[in-house]
C-alpha cells in the first residue's frame, strides 16, 4: 500500500530508500526498508502536521481536513491510487492514455498542470477519483480502518417484509459519500466555471458507486435451508464503476456557466444548447465538459496532449488501438523480437522439473 506523495517531498524524509508506511493513532509512522535486504534500518516517526503539510497539491481546506482526520489519509490515498489504477486500464488503448505532461501523482490523485481546458477527459478523472475515494473509505469502514465509522447498522431492525433480515456489516456507503463530498469537494478553491464542472463530475463519480451497491444474502437452517436469511449491502467492483463511467464519458454533455445578476460570477451550469434560449441543468447521471479536447495526436503541453510517438498500437485492429487511429497518420515502426519461455514442463519422480525451450518470433509496432 502506498501513500502517493510526491517522491521528491519523501526523499526529504526518508532518501533514497522504499518506504512503507502505516497509521498508528494519530500518527504516521514511516518505516525505511531497505530495498536490497528487506530490512528494517530506521523508524521515523512523524505528526500528522507534517505529513498533511509535506502532501503536495493540496488546497488549505483539505490540508485542515487532513490534519482533522489522519486516520483516513491511507484510505484516501488507496481510493487517489484506485481512480488512477482503473483510469489507466479503460484507456489503455486510446490516444489519450491517462497522462498528461507534467502531470504529478499526489494525494488528490493528479495534480493537472492548472492551464488544461475542461475538456471530458478532465471530467472522466475527477469523476473516478471521487468515485475511488467513496469507494475506499467505505470499504475502510467495513474493515475497521477508521475511528469514526463501521458498518451501517441503519436498516437492522427486525424481520422486512419478505422474511428476512439485514445483518452481517453493510457497507456504509453514506458515510462514504459524506467523506468524499467533503474532502475531494474541498479541492475546488476558486469560483469559477472550471469549479463547477468539477464539482458536478465528482458527484457523478459519487452517485455511480451509490446507485450500484448490491445485496448478497446467507441462509441460515438445518442443512441448507433457508428458513433464516440475513442480507448486507455490498460495494460494486471498482471495475463495474470504471466501466460505468468509462460509458459516461462516450457520450458526455457540453455546458456553459450561467453567471449571477448581480455578481456576475458563475452561478451555475446549463446544458449548451444552440437551438434554443431554454435553461437545462445537466443531470449528476451526465458527465459534463466546457471545452473541446485536442486530438492528442502531438505533445502539447497547453492542450494536456502527450502525443501518440512512441506508443505501441495494433496492425490489425480497426479500434482506437489500431497503428491507423493511435498513430494519427503518420506511420509507425516494426520491432521483430523473438520471444523465448519454458514450455512442456515434466515432473519426475522424485524430484524435479524438466522443461524444453520454446521460442516464437513476434512482432510489435510503435507509432512514428
Ligand atoms: C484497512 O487496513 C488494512 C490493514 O492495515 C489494509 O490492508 C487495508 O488495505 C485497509 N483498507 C482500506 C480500504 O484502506
Ligand atoms: C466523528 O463524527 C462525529 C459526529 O458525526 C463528529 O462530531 C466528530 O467530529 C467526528 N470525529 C472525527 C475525528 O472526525
Ligand atoms: C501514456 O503514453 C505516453 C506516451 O504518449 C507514455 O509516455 C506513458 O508512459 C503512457 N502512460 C501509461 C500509464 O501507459
Ligand atoms: C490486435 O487486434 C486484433 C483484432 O482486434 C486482436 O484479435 C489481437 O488480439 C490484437 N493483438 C494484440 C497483440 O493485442
Known amino acids: 500500500m502506498w501513500l502517493l506523495i510526491g517522491i521528491m517531498e519523501w526523499n526529504i524524509i526518508c532518501p533514497g530508500w522504499k518506504i512503507h508506511h502505516f497509521v498508528w493513532n494519530i500518527l504516521l509512522t514511516c518505516l525505511i526498508v531497505n530495498s536490497f535486504t528487506g530490512a528494517l534500518s530506521t523508524v521515523v516517526a512523524l505528526g500528522a502536521n507534517v505529513i498533511c503539510s509535506k502532501i503536495p497539491g493540496l488546497t488549505p481546506r483539505q490540508r485542515a481536513i487532513c490534519q482533522s482526520r489522519p486516520d483516513a489519509i491511507i484510505a484516501i490515498g488507496e481510493g487517489a491510487e484506485r481512480g488512477i489504477q482503473e483510469c489507466r486500464f479503460q484507456f489503455r488503448n486510446g490516444r489519450w492514455n ?18 488544461v481546458a475542461g475538456n471530458r477527459e478532465a471530467a472522466f478523472k475527477h469523476a473516478i477519483h471521487s468515485a475511488g475515494v467513496t469507494h475506499a473509505i467505505t470499504q475502510a469502514c467495513s474493515q475497521g480502518n477508521l475511528t469514526n465509522c463501521s458498518c451501517d447498522r441503519s436498516k437492522e431492525t427486525g424481520f422486512t417484509e419478505e422474511g428476512w433480515r439485514w445483518g452481517g456489516c453493510s457497507a456504509d456507503i453514506s458515510y462514504g459519500l459524506r467523506f468524499s463530498r467533503i474532502f475531494v469537494d474541498a479541492g475546488e478553491s476558486a469560483e469559477n466555471a472550471r469549479a463547477l464542472m468539477n464539482l458536478h463530475n465528482n458527484e457523478v463519480g459519487r452517485k455511480v458507486v451509490k446507485r450500484n451497491m448490491g445485496t448478497e444474502c446467507k441462509c441460515h437452517g438445518v442443512s441448507g435451508s433457508c428458513t433464516m436469511k440475513t442480507c448486507w449491502t455490498t460495494l460494486p467492483s471498482f471495475r ?43 443531470r449528476s447521471s451526465n458527465l459534463v465538459f466546457l471545452q473541446k ?7 502539447n503541453p497547453i492542450s ?65
Open 98 to 115: 491517462c497522462t498528461a505532461p507534467g502531470h504529478k501523482e499526489t494525494l488528490f490523485g493528479e495534480e493537472l498542470p492548472k492551464d
Open 240 to 282: 463495474m464503476v470504471g466501466d460505468l463511467l468509462k460509458a459516461k464519458y462516450d457520450s458526455p454533455l457540453e455546458v456553459e456557466p450561467v453567471r449571477a445578476r448581480r455578481t456576475r460570477q458563475p452561478a451555475f451550469l446549463k446544458v449548451k444548447d444552440t437551438k434554443s434560449d431554454a435553461f437545462t441543468k445537466p
Open 293 to 299: 479536447s485536442p486530438n492528442y495526436c502531438d505533445f
Open 304 to 368: 494536456g496532449s502527450m502525443g501518440t510517438v512512441g506508443r505501441f498500437c495494433n496492425r490489425t485492429s480497426t479500434g482506437t488501438d489500431g497503428c491507423d487511429l493511435m498513430c494519427c497518420g503518420r506511420g509507425y515502426n516494426t520491432h521483430q523480437y523473438t520471444k523465448i519461455w519454458q514450455c512442456n514442463c515434466k515432473f519426475h519422480w522424485c524430484c524435479y522439473v524438466r522443461c524444453s525451450q520454446c521460442s516464437e518470433q513476434t512482432e510489435e509496432y510503435t507509432c512514428k
